[in-house]
């Protein structure tokens, strides 16, 4: 294997990494935002189809996972209402 394949593995392992990091559940979302009420969370969520968060949600078994990027992408875009 020469270096421009490691780097190139390195780095793809690097970026599916941050890509993982960026789901995070619910709880750990708010304890990483605590300024945002999580009853404010909950209620985004549950309205994700009808304010356009949906892309932003994920669900893996009952849990459901937000991605830090995709919140802030949403915000400053303006939520749909």
């Not at 780095?11 to 941050?18: F, H, I, L």
């Not at 709880?27 to 969520?45: A, D, G, M, S």
């Not at 189809?49 to 932003?56: C, I, K, Q, S």
Request: glycine share 4%.
């Amino acid at each position: 294997m020469n270096n421009t394949t490691t780097h190139s593995h390195d780095t793809s392992v690097t970026e599916a990494t941050a890509s993982i990091n960026d789901w995070v559940p619910v709880p750990r979302f708010c304890e990483l935002f605590p300024h945002i009420p999580e009853k404010t969370i909950r209620w985004q969520l549950t309205k994700r189809h009808a304010n356009g968060l949906a892309p932003h949600v994920l669900l893996m078994g009952k849990r459901r996972y937000i991605s830090i990027t995709g919140y802030a992408q949403w915000l400053s875009e303006g939520p749909r209402h």
